[in-house]
Structures are given as structure tokens and as C-alpha cells.
């Protein structure tokens, strides 16, 4: 078993603006102005949707159904003991092209027994390019106040109950299930993730959906904003939330380990990853695989637990997706 190389994976018409920092990324031709995300090495769909999202292998397999078919091979005996034939993990791409409504997305607990998912989704984020994003309360709010906000779409009041954090590249940014958040316009990202479409959507007056009918999981608000955590998080907090990533094993805040583990490797010559299920990012420089393909930068690739160590040549900057090693 190889690794793979992934072409772009954008589903289309999506409710928000971006996409032209994914095909930049890529070096390949723009395409439309609502594809903001590129679901990389993905087993799983859109919420509400068959099979829109999910990535197909060359030869025309869904990645999902190889995995089935072989989920020693793709995931190794311990994950499939672990968690059987899931993945356990989604990578995007994702270019904010606007800002993104104020939401948050369920644990596991709640996507369990109101909406009958295996995961919940708690999501990080390696920052590309620099911006704004809003994360977390500033004060405590109670949920009579949070659903009159949204009933009457005061989207000012509500991106002003978050803290405002200005980041650059090179950050990386932990969101707990149940925090809200908003990702500001002209941020670029890499996202690590549990793999679900799950979102709680508390704006939507400037974006391309009916928020009363989409924004809530068919759960209806009042049930959907008990996923919403309330309280206050204090700068304390959000200093362990978003940080420089440094380099190494695990850039992300020891929380994250449950969901997703995120490796950055500066390659110069010669480095060699563990074996295991993994989505690889090239962010910069020209590296390539020993016995596999070259991957340059804005190269994604999935490698399969059976592929062994993987061993990277050349000058350049990869990040290293895996779900969680417990």
C-alpha cells in the first residue's frame, strides 16, 4: 500500500465566500467563488447529503470503502481495536473568503444521542495566513439571552460577546465542541478535525442560507443551543487555545489529543515519520517520498498505516495529520 496523492476535493456552492487561496495554494486554475473548502482524504459527507464531500482514490474507489475493505492495512491492528474502521479524522482546507457566522459544533455525547453520530466535532486549525478570529465568550451567557440574540439576528452583539484574537502564520488554534467561534475574513487554513459536518449557526443575515430552517441540525434552537457552551473563558484560557506551533511531534494543546494529533516537520535532507494512517500537507519548499511521489508545496497526500515510516527528502515544511494514538 502507497501513498496517495490527493487532486483538490471542493464541494461546490457552499453558503460562504473563498476558495482562490485553496487553488493559489494548489497552482491550479480558480474555481468558483462559493468553494471554500477542500475536504482532504475525507469519509464522510456534507450534513444532509449522500456523498457530496467524501474523497474518491485514483481508479474511482471512495476512500471510505477502501478503508472498510482493508481496515488493518489503511488504519493498523491497534486503531482498528481502538475505534474499528474509522478513520477518526478530516482535513481541510478552508479560505474565508468572508467571515464566518458565529457557531459552535456538538461533543460527542450530544451528536450521540440527538442526532445519532459517532463523533462530535472538535476542530484545529494551523493558520496560513494572518487575520482575526473570535473564540469563546468574554462574559457568561445565559441561553434565554443567546436564543433572543439570534431570534432577532443582532450579529453585532453576538460576534461582540467573543474574544477578538489576531492571528499569524505559524499559529495553530484548539476549538473545544461547544466553543463558540467565527473565523475572520481573509484567513487561510489548515483544519484537523473530527470527522462530521456538524454546525450550530447563531448568524447568518449576510451569508447564502436560511438560518431558521439550516442553522440548528433540525434540532430546533432551543434544543441545538444546549451543545453551546455558556460560560466565560478567560485570556488564561485562550493563551492555551491559540499559540505559536512550534516544530515537532504535537503542535496542538495537550486537550486535542483525543480527537487528532497534528506533526510539523521541517525537512532538510532527510526525516522519517512514524508509521500510521495520515494525511500529509506541504506547505513550502519541494519534498518527496522515498519510493513514492513528490509532493511540492500545496501537495496533499493520505498514507496508509501499511505504507510503514514514511521517509521525506528535499527542503520544506509538511504537516502531518493523524487521529488521535488512544
Known amino acids: 500500500m502507497d501513498v496517495v496523492s490527493l487532486p483538490a476535493n471542493c464541494p461546490p456552492d457552499r453558503f460562504y465566500r473563498g476558495g482562490r487561496r485553496i487553488t493559489g495554494f494548489r497552482g491550479v486554475a ?61 482535513v481541510k482546507l478552508l479560505d474565508a473568503g468572508q467571515r464566518l457566522p458565529v457557531h459552535a459544533h456538538p461533543d460527542g455525547a450530544f451528536a450521540d444521542e440527538h442526532l445519532g453520530r459517532a463523533h462530535g466535532k472538535a476542530e484545529a486549525w494551523f493558520i496560513l495566513s494572518p487575520g482575526v478570529v473570535h473564540l469563546g465568550l468574554t462574559d457568561d451567557v445565559d441561553a434565554g439571552e443567546l436564543r433572543r440574540l439570534v431570534d432577532i439576528q443582532d450579529t453585532e452583539t453576538l460576534l461582540g460577546l467573543l474574544h477578538r484574537v489576531p492571528v499569524a502564520p505559524g499559529d495553530v488554534v484548539y476549538v473545544p465542541p461547544g466553543v463558540l467561534h467565527a473565523i475572520g475574513e481573509g ?34 434552537f432551543d434544543l441545538a443551543l444546549q451543545a453551546v457552551e455558556h460560560r466565560a473563558r478567560s485570556t488564561a484560557e485562550l ?23 497534528l506533526e510539523r516537520i521541517a525537512v532538510d535532507g532527510r526525516s ?54 488512544s
Open 30 to 90: 480558480p474555481g468558483g467563488d462559493h468553494e471554500p473548502e477542500d475536504w482532504v482524504a475525507s469519509t464522510t459527507t456534507l450534513f444532509g447529503e449522500p456523498e457530496l464531500g467524501r474523497t474518491t482514490l485514483p481508479g474511482g474507489v471512495p476512500l471510505v470503502d477502501a478503508v472498510r475493505a482493508d481496515p488493518v492495512g489503511w488504519l493498523g491492528d491497534t486503531h482498528v481495536q481502538r475505534h474499528g474502521a474509522d478513520t477518526r479524522l478530516l
Open 187 to 220: 484567513v487561510f487554513i489548515v483544519e484537523v478535525q473530527e470527522p462530521e459536518d456538524l454546525s450550530i449557526l447563531l448568524d447568518w443575515r449576510d451569508f447564502d442560507l436560511d438560518g431558521t430552517r439550516d442553522g440548528h441540525l433540525g434540532l430546533g
Open 239 to 261: 493563551a492555551e487555545l491559540v499559540r505559536p506551533a512550534g516544530v515537532g511531534p504535537s503542535v496542538l494543546p495537550e486537550a486535542s489529543r483525543p480527537y487528532f494529533r
Open 272 to 325: 522519517v515519520t512514524d508509521p500510521g494512517f495520515a494525511v500529509l500537507v506541504t506547505l513550502t519548499g519541494s519534498v518527496a517520498l522515498d519510493g513514492g511521489p513528490d509532493l511540492p508545496a500545496g501537495t496533499t497526500a493520505v498514507a496508509p498505516h501499511a505504507a510503514g515510516p514514511l521517509v521525506l527528502t528535499g527542503s520544506g515544511e509538511v504537516l502531518v495529520c493523524r487521529p488521535p494514538d
